[in-house]
């Protein structure tokens, strides 16, 4: 199936640094959301954007909405030990189904 | 207010099994999505319901059938189990199939494991 990419694949940091993971589409969207999945729970949903160029931020959390609608970005900073788990971009056009990328796995040592 | 709910938590079927898998959305929503996620994947879109009808579909065999209830709650359908058919089972509710803006909220999901 449809799957965009998400880099990197995996991050292992330090408690208190920052973070930033990106996705990109060959296809456009109108809508990017960031989700973040703990082990056996369903995503939960961070950040939405819905207009190109957006930046929004959930407190430590910034996003932002690619300016040609391929792209979307996650940053988090002062990272914590709650932070760990799997955080998945997916873009959306309209109504339609979410497509999701493969995920970045984020560590942190304490 | 609810959040969207999934049973059961967890599924073991043998392959040719049948399975039914339910969702209950957020409240105040009207439109289900199913997803599929293997293990290391990301979630695939399997179909989308709205006013009880299939709306959207991805690319998932005919042994994938849906419902969707008078009062949003949605079935999933699964014939004939394989193997490959073992996975996480996400549903995930949002309102309005025909808005430009509905943000999807999944639920805890289904692990279904076929032997």
């Known amino acids: 199936g449809q799957q965009l990419n998400q880099s990197p694949q995996s991050m292992f940091i330090q408690e208190g640094e920052d973070v930033s993971m990106n996705c990109t589409s060959s296809?456009?969207?109108?809508?990017w959301l960031w989700y973040k999945q703990d082990p056996g729970e369903g995503p939960v949903l961070l950040i939405a954007?819905?207009?190109?160029?957006e930046l929004t931020s959930n407190g430590r959390l910034t996003a932002q909405f690619g300016i040609t609608r391929k792209d979307s970005f996650l940053n988090i900073s002062a990272s914590i030990p709650s932070d760990v788990g799997i955080y998945f971009c997916?873009?959306?056009?309209?109504?339609?189904?979410?497509?999701f990328g493969q995920g970045t796995r984020l560590t942190i040592n304490p | 207010d609810a959040g969207v709910t999934q049973s059961p938590t967890h599924l073991i079927k043998t392959r040719g099994q049948q399975v039914t898998l339910r969702c209950s959305p957020k409240s105040g929503h009207d439109t289900v999505s199913w997803y599929q996620q293997a293990l290391g994947q990301g979630p695939q879109f399997i179909f989308q319901y709205y006013e009880e009808e299939e709306r959207q579909r991805g690319n998932f065999p005919d042994r994938f059938s849906g419902h969707q209830f008078p009062n949003y709650s949605s079935e999933l359908n699964v014939n004939a189990l394989l193997l490959g058919d073992s996975a996480l089972y996400l549903c995930a509710s949002s309102w309005g199939a025909g808005t430009s803006t509905d943000t999807q909220y999944f639920g805890p999901g289904t692990r279904l494991t076929v032997l």
């Open positions: 997916a873009g959306q056009w309209g109504a339609q189904k979410l497509v």
């Open positions: 954007l819905y207009k190109a160029g």
């Open positions: 296809s456009i969207f109108n809508t």
